[in-house]
């Protein structure tokens, strides 16, 4: 009799409709990489890999590999990609850190002890105690993609884009990471503060994130809880409420 297929362990890789991340696809489609997803019984991998140039000869060629998984792809999803998130409920999301639009306006402020807060125009100062009125910058995420797999409780791995400067998607992945929500992943190039996981290590480590996973939007009651990406922006910005 013959047995039946093992069911299916996604694991979604996401790069969002924005700015390409060809060197993220090249590294989820590296012998290292799937090999880790084999080691960890993953059966399919499946790339949402926007306008980049390097997926179809690199698919084209882990397909004649011995690595034992379903690699699929697609560009754009105009509908949004809450199906693949939750197909990957039993695996896991491998998503670009996003991108972050300023959003200028004048604002009171309280000033927080030991906080250098930035006006327009790149000038600081240490102004602690008092409120006061200045012209602040706040911050939106360009990308639906980690917000939709925290609330579905999807083992997550954020890959920040060196290539793209001024955007703190480090701050946003050791943050997040920090408070147990994320796994930081890195690539061959690292982070500026050595922190992260390689990306085939990030597999494993995505498996014990499972077992700890934390419930998303977090909790109000205390530092311990973290405040959320607006929190992680403010203290990035040196804000306070």
């Known amino acids: ?30 012998a290292p990489f799937l090999a880790a997803l084999r080691a960890a019984a993953y059966t399919d991998l499946l790339l949402q890999h926007g306008a980049s140039q390097v997926f179809n000869p690199l698919a084209a060629a882990a397909a004649g590999k011995e690595h034992g998984l379903t690699v699929r792809g697609f560009a754009f999803n105009r509908e949004g990609l809450g199906r693949e998130m939750r197909a990957a409920r039993e695996g896991c999301v491998v998503s670009h850190a996003g991108a972050y639009v300023g959003l200028w306006s004048r604002a009171w402020r309280k000033i927080p002890a030991g906080r250098r807060i930035w006006e327009r125009g790149g000038k600081g100062g240490e102004l602690y105690g008092a409120e006061k009125l200045i012209t602040v910058c706040s911050w939106k995420v360009g990308s639906g993609s980690i917000l939709d797999a925290l609330r579905l409780a999807v083992p997550l791995v954020v890959v920040p884009n060196a290539a793209l400067l001024d955007n703190h998607q480090e701050e946003l992945a050791e943050e997040l990471a920090a408070q147990g929500y994320v796994v930081y992943g890195k690539l061959g190039y690292g982070s500026p503060s050595g922190r992260g996981r390689d990306l085939a290590a990030a597999v494993g480590e995505s498996e014990a994130l499972r077992k700890r996973q934390k419930a998303w939007p977090p909790g109000r009651g205390g530092e311990a809880e973290g405040r959320g990406l607006v929190g992680v922006m403010d203290d990035e910005m040196g804000f306070v409420d």
């Open 1 to 30: 009799m013959t047995a039946p297929p093992p069911p299916q362990k996604l694991c979604f890789l996401t790069v969002g409709a924005t700015a390409p991340f060809d060197a993220l696809i090249s590294a989820a489609l590296s």
